[in-house]
Structures are given as C-alpha cells and as structure tokens.
C-alpha cells in the first residue's frame, strides 16, 4: 500500500510503498478517506510539536475519516507519529473509533473535526460557557476561528465579538452570526481602543494569537472593564502571531482575571473522547466554515506547503477516495503555508 512518509524532520513527506499494517490484539484495520493537513500535523511532523517526539521515519496525520472492514463510516481521532492517518490503511485501536453521522461527506468531516474540536474543547471544557455569556474570539478569522464564533453561538453565548486581521474572513463570521468585529490594523493604541469599546463585559476570550494582539485585547478590556470583579476566562488556544506575550503582572491584581490553556494535555483523554463524540454528534447541524481543497494523497509532496487562502483547509485523499480533479486549483504557489 501506499503513504506519505517523512524522512527528515521539516522536510516534506514522500508519497511511497510502506508494508501493510498489523493490527495488535485490540486494534482493526481502517480504509482511510481523508485526512486533512493543518498547522498541528505540520508541527508533529517537523519535531517541533510542544508534546515531543522525533521518531522517523514517520507517517504523517493526527486524525482523519475512513471505513472499517464492516463498511462503517468512522472518525478516527489523536493519531500521535510516526503512526499517522495520511495512509490507505492503517491500524487503530477498536475503542478509539467514533461512528460518523450518516449522510456527512467524509472528506468535509476530516476538514471540519479540528477547527471544530479546538474550538468545542476550549469553550465547553475550559471556558465552561453558559447560556447568554459574552465571548471574544481572537484570532477569528482562520478555520478553528470560524469554527468558534459558530459554536459560541451555537451553545447559546449572547454575545460573540471575532476579531482578525483578514477583512474578508471578517465579513464570513458576520455572516455566522458575529455580532461585531475588531480588525487588527492600526496603531497599537488604536487597537487596544477598539477591543475595549467592543469586548470591555466580555466573560470569555478565546485566544488563538497570543503575541502583540492578545496583550492590546488585554490591555484595552481592563482599561474600560465596568467591573473589575466579574470573571474574565481567557483560554489560550494557540500562537499564531507568536509564542511569547508581555503580560504585567498589575493586570492579574487589578482584576479578576483566570488564564488558562486548551491542547492536548489540559484534559484528560476520556474528557477528550467524549467531547469529540458531542461534536460529531452535532456536526449535521452545523454550517460549514471551511472551505475543502481535496488533494490526492500521491500529490501530498508538492501540496505540504502549498499556501491556500484563508478559510480553506487541504485534505488528502487516497487512492480510491473521493476525489476532486479540480480541487488543487485553489492551491497557490505564491508562498508557502504558515507552519
């Protein structure tokens, strides 16, 4: 069978002949559909992951759909290196597998679970959201962004303002249903403003920026803040302007303020599991937030750093998926993706 392998880490990964899997005892065989490439596979693969790791050579892939021996369509979730699920078959155990909804295309299932899951974990089981609460996502223009003004409003939030730097992405949350937007141009000062005149009462802020753009949000919340004693839950989800921010620790004394992370080891793998079976549950009800590239998995090579445009995710489809011949024109070539 074929697989993408990555032989050196931060290099692309090679689409070869790898021997067929062999299930252990507790473990089935699964026919992978898609599986879907975003900035986490990237990290497991280049060695830069924060949970560790540099086996090689190594499969690619942290989650993906496919279909077991009975025809059952399944998600497959949390697949660590070098055991990835950018492969035509690969070995997992039975416990792990969850039953896809019926009548849900199984490539915009692998597209939608992990912008849809970061952001389903960090406001259910960190932010612990309540009905007609005020959230701020930050960073609401990617696809875990999109997802999250979506699911906020979904769960029954308020009040939901995104911000972004992408005027374009912008415009697609307002159509989810945000009820105002912050843009991250101009001057430092500016911005800080802006947050606080438009997410000064919120109860939640879903960050996935850190860097300069969480410390304005932050700075410009607690300036204009009425009330300095009512709870600000800030979940920091990721680092996408950077992995470091200035965080005085005035601001932590002036107010009531709880900070704390979402990923991989903030909650136990049951507590995981079982959101992600929520998720799933309630994806047919959900309107789609991002736009599928289906690329086949023979092309994983030239497409692993393929920038595409923002809202757009690339998803790998094997030999004998379901594939669209027309789907890589979305790629460019312009510059490559951000890791």
């Known amino acids: 069978m074929y697989a993408a392998v990555v032989h050196a880490l931060g290099e692309p990964p090679r689409y070869e002949s790898v021997p067929e899997p062999v299930p252990a005892a507790d473990e089935v065989v699964v026919e992978m559909l898609a599986a879907a490439l975003y900035p986490l596979v990237r990290s497991f ?18 989650d993906g759909v496919g279909r077991t021996a009975e025809g059952k369509l399944v998600y497959v979730p949390g697949m660590e290196p ?4 950018m492969a035509e078959r690969i070995a997992v155990p ?8 019926e009548g849900l295309d199984p490539v915009a299932v692998a597209a939608a679970m ?23 996502v930050l960073g609401a223009t990617g696809n875990a962004g999109r997802a999250a003004v979506q699911l906020a409003l979904d769960l029954g939030a308020g ?45 939640i802020v879903l960050d996935y920026l850190w860097d300069r753009p969480a410390q304005l949000a932050a700075d410009g919340i607690l300036r204009r803040r ?9 979940v920091q989800v990721g680092s996408a302007a950077g992995p470091d921010m200035t965080l005085p620790s005035a601001w932590l004394r002036k107010a009531d303020v709880l ?31 991002t736009e599928i590239v289906r690329v086949p998995l023979a092309d994983v090579e030239g497409a692993w750093e393929s920038a595409v445009r923002s809202g757009s995710r690339i998803v790998f489809v094997p030999a004998g998926g379901d594939e669209d011949p027309g789907a890589s024109e979305a790629l460019s070539d312009r510059e490559p993706a951000r890791p």
């Open 259 to 289: 900070v704390s992370g979402s990923g991989l080891g903030s909650i136990s793998l049951a507590r995981r599991n079982a959101a992600l079976r929520e998720l799933l549950a309630r994806l047919p009800a959900l309107t789609p937030a």
């Open 159 to 203: 009040h939901v303002v995104a911000a972004g730097r992408d005027p374009h992405g912008l415009e697609a949350v307002t159509r989810l249903g945000a009820h105002r937007t912050v843009a991250l141009d101009g001057s430092d000062e500016e911005i800080a403003t802006v947050f606080g005149a438009a997410a000064a009462d919120a109860d």
């Open 226 to 234: 009425a009330d300095l004693t009512r709870t600000l839950r800030w």
């Open 45 to 62: 693969a280049s060695g830069g992951h924060y949970t560790g790791g540099d086996a090689l050579p190594l499969v690619p892939g942290f």
């Open 114 to 136: 992990n912008p849809a899951s970061s952001a389903w974990i960090a406001l259910r089981e960190r932010a612990r959201l309540r009905t007609g609460e005020s959230v701020l």
């Open 94 to 101: 039975r416990a792990a597998l969850m039953p896809v909804p």
């Open 82 to 85: 070098p055991h990835g699920t």
